[in-house]
């Protein structure tokens, strides 16, 4: 089972350079809540804005693994070199985290989003990819004051 898990805005940004562009404590709740313990996967870009804000604490995951180009050893990681054949032979539960190029070439072999709609415009300069949305059921929705939690099943 793979889920992919993201916030983005209404024109569907997703970030300022490498860091989140908004602040919402429930937001931030929310995705450690659903990633703990979790097996995962990001990109190096990714890994490093996380270390930024964890500083020497551990990240907050189960095993994790960074996508990057170069095969890189990492402390508390495990380097995939080639996304595509990681995702496709994967058979245990994996969370994909970010960032867009990771989002874009798993999106087509995840079977969950889980998508924190913010009800507002960010400023940033990077976006999602657009995709049809209505292709995916929702199966769990949680409204809050400027957010939406939900869940699409493929």
């Not at 940004?13 to 979790?38: A, C, R, S, V």
């Not at 050893?73 to 867009?100: M, P, R």
């Not at 940033?124 to 957010?147: A, I, M, R």
Request: hydrophobic share 40%.
């Amino acid at each position: 089972m793979i889920h992919a898990i993201w916030a983005m805005d209404i024109n569907w940004m997703i970030g300022k350079d490498n860091i989140l562009p908004w602040h919402y404590k429930e937001d931030l709740q929310y995705f450690k809540q659903m990633t703990k313990d979790k097996t995962v996967l990001m990109g190096e870009a990714t890994y490093r804005s996380l270390k930024s804000y964890y500083k020497e604490k551990p990240l907050p995951f189960g095993k994790m693994f960074v996508a990057n180009l170069i095969d890189t050893v990492y402390s508390d990681a495990e380097c995939v070199t080639d996304v595509i054949s990681f995702i496709k032979s994967y058979t245990d539960e994996l969370w994909v985290i970010g960032g867009k190029i990771i989002y874009n070439l798993t999106l087509p072999y995840v079977d969950y989003l889980h998508i924190t709609h913010v009800l507002n415009y960010h400023e940033g300069n990077v976006y999602f990819t657009p995709f049809k949305l209505s292709t995916y059921q929702l199966v769990e929705k949680k409204v809050l004051p400027g957010l939406i939690f939900a869940t699409y099943k493929k």
